[in-house]
């Protein structure tokens, strides 16, 4: 995969090829990112362009040897991690062709999608110890045709207390030998492993970047790119949620939000906070970021009704909030609330305290409308 193929994401890109050109190649790195934004193809198109025999300034010549092996993720000195379920192995190169083809047809593949391919939807995936053993072994070997050997290690948040085992070799690698650790939410990663690795932080898309890709591949209008992007909020894959108008999974649990503060029902909004504190910060941040989306829908949609584009229930949902007739202002401070809430998850807020708050917030917003 060229840098190229990856949307958006100029400055980081830079920052990875200029490191790479001046050779500052740490051993061990943690591309954190969600995978809608690109962390797993930016770490493989890393990688390629660390391994190609004829780098260009920008981009991985895509034509040697080394790329052409990389284009299929076959490379010798290639490795890969991933969760996976126990009955499909014991060790991820088991799954080897299905994980290929699975990121091959969808490089912002994440974790849902990963083992649904696998076939194991309804299954716990997990990097077990023997995996662990077994990236020992593999790292422990020469490399074949490349200076370095790179180990992509996908969701290292799946590992467990068994992660410690690879400490050592992540601390002390063989020569040439890199770590890439492509992870979604760094609270899930083991503290010891997180301290011996470099953190790339990979943001949401760019807004412009996003839409004209949207345009270029998608056969878009301008005009609906530029909705979806804002809506997408830099994450391909709720761009292509929304292309496809499939419903998002934190929908349910915005609507019974929403639901209970416009009923002001103290009660449940007790049960509710209990529920949302289980999606853990990134999912926090995930599930606010889509309501910001659907909100700044409803402000959109009330003034003009055919600019609803969100499909299904969300459709409806957004219809229907505009016939509660709430004013322009009303809806704005409802955005500010959750805006708010927004920047204090990122500061590590009480969520309990945090949330518990904002629904008498919002409930009070709500109200000025009723009385
Ligand atoms: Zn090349």
Redesign the pocket.
């Known amino acids: 995969m060229k840098f190229s193929q990856i949307i958006g994401h100029r400055t980081l890109k830079d920052k990875l090829r200029g490191n790479v050109i001046a050779g500052r190649i740490p051993h061990a790195q943690l591309f954190l990112g969600k995978s809608g934004h690109g962390a797993l193809p930016l770490a493989v198109a890393y990688a390629?362009f660390i391994?190609?025999?004829?780098?260009l300034d920008h981009d991985?010549?895509?034509?040697?040897s080394?790329?052409r092996k990389y284009e299929t993720l076959a490379h010798p000195d290639l490795h890969f991690s991933f969760p996976f379920s126990a009955d499909k192995g014991k060790i991820a190169s088991e799954n080897l062709e299905t994980w290929r083809k699975s990121f091959l047809s969808n490089p912002y593949i994440d974790y849902n999608s990963w083992m649904r391919d696998l076939g194991a939807e309804k299954k716990q995936g997990n990097i077990p110890i023997a995996e662990c053993r077994d990236i020992i072994k593999s790292l422990s070997l020469m490399a074949f045709e490349s200076e370095y050997k790179v180990l992509i290690l996908w969701l290292p948040e799946f590992l467990g207390d068994v992660g410690n085992t690879l400490l050592k070799i992540i601390e002390e690698p063989p020569v040439n030998t890199l770590f890439l650790l492509v992870a979604e939410s760094s609270e899930k990663v083991l503290g010891t492993i997180l301290s011996r690795t470099q953190s790339v932080r990979i943001p949401p898309i760019e807004m412009g970047e996003l839409r004209d890709h949207l345009v270029a591949e998608f056969q878009l209008s301008e005009d609906q790119s530029t909705r979806i992007a804002l809506m997408a909020d830099g994450d391909f894959r709720v761009a292509i949620d929304l292309m496809q108008g499939v419903e998002s999974p934190y929908f349910e649990m915005w609507r019974n939000w929403m639901g209970m503060c416009y009923r002001v029902k103290p009660a449940e909004a007790n049960a509710w906070t209990d529920e949302l504190a289980t999606l853990g910060k990134e999912g926090i941040k995930a599930f606010l970021s889509y309501g910001l989306a659907l909100m700044r829908s409803v402000l959109v949609v009330a003034h003009v009704p055919e600019l609803n584009t969100w499909t299904g229930r969300e459709g409806e949902f957004v219809e229907s909030f505009t016939k509660l007739q709430f004013s322009v202002d009303q809806i704005d401070k409802l955005v500010q609330v959750v805006e708010q809430c927004l920047f204090e998850v990122e500061r590590n807020a009480h969520m309990k305290a945090l949330f518990t708050d904002a629904t008498f917030k919002i409930a009070r917003v709500m109200l000025d409308k009723k009385n």
């Open positions: 390629q391994s190609c025999k004829n780098r991985s010549c895509g034509e040697c080394s790329c």
